[in-house]
């Protein structure tokens, strides 16, 4: 495993602990000392998961692949939502077609992220000739999880009401998380066998 592996891990770690101590604030659940568990906690647990990954990945690369393939994720995903959240906050917006239109942007963002360090990273596809066909067919396959990404948010959002006492704001956070969950099997096959395939 390479070092850039164990920063990344390190790093993605950190990012969804502080994003995961800033959604139970939303959420008013307090724990004392929780801000310095996650920080610890979630970092050590993404690196050690990364090195399992790894040394099953020498036998099974796609473990390896998918490894790498679920930490973008996460900061994609991490993104997706502060875009979302952050059109939310500047237009105090969070229900309806103006909901979808931002869940649509946030989406796009992150992807545009996500093309470049699944391509390096995760699937480690190299090659720079015919990066304008390779693009097209990625944002094909994720044109169509675009589709699933928004349906899924939208759907949670406009009809099921918020639970457990969130605020719309946070709700909308939900129906993200849940499209993200509900997309990313989608993402990785499409990518992995369509668009970087070797």
């Known amino acids: 495993m390479k070092k850039i592996d164990l920063i990344l891990a390190l790093a993605t770690g950190e990012i969804t602990a502080w994003f995961f101590y800033s ?16 920080a610890i906690a979630f970092p050590l647990l993404a690196a050690l998961g990364l090195q399992i990954c790894w040394m099953l ?7 390896w692949q998918m490894a790498k393939y679920l930490l973008i994720g996460v900061l994609a995903t991490i993104l997706d939502l502060g875009v979302l959240n952050g059109l939310i906050l500047v237009s105090g917006v969070a229900i ?6 931002f869940k649509g942007i946030s989406f796009v963002v992150a992807t545009c992220l996500k093309y470049f360090a699944d391509k390096f ?6 090659e720079k000739a015919g990066m304008g066909k390779e693009f097209l067919q990625f944002f094909f396959v994720t044109l169509i999880g675009l589709g699933l990404n928004v349906f899924i948010a939208s759907f949670v959002v ?19 998380v849940a499209a993200a969950f509900g997309v990313m099997a989608w993402n990785f096959i499409g990518y992995k066998f369509f668009v970087f395939k070797k």
Do not use: D, H
Not at 96 to 101: E, R
Not at 121 to 126: C, D, P, V, Y
């Open 23 to 38: 959604l139970m604030r939303e959420m008013e659940f307090s724990v004392p000392g929780l801000p310095l568990i996650l």
């Open 57 to 63: 990945g020498k036998k099974y690369v796609w473990i």
């Open 121 to 126: 990273w995760a699937f480690e596809k190299n």
């Open 96 to 101: 309806g077609v103006t909901y979808s239109v």
């Open 158 to 176: 406009n009809n099921i009401e918020p639970k457990f006492g969130l605020s719309q704001t946070a709700w909308g956070t939900i129906g993200g």
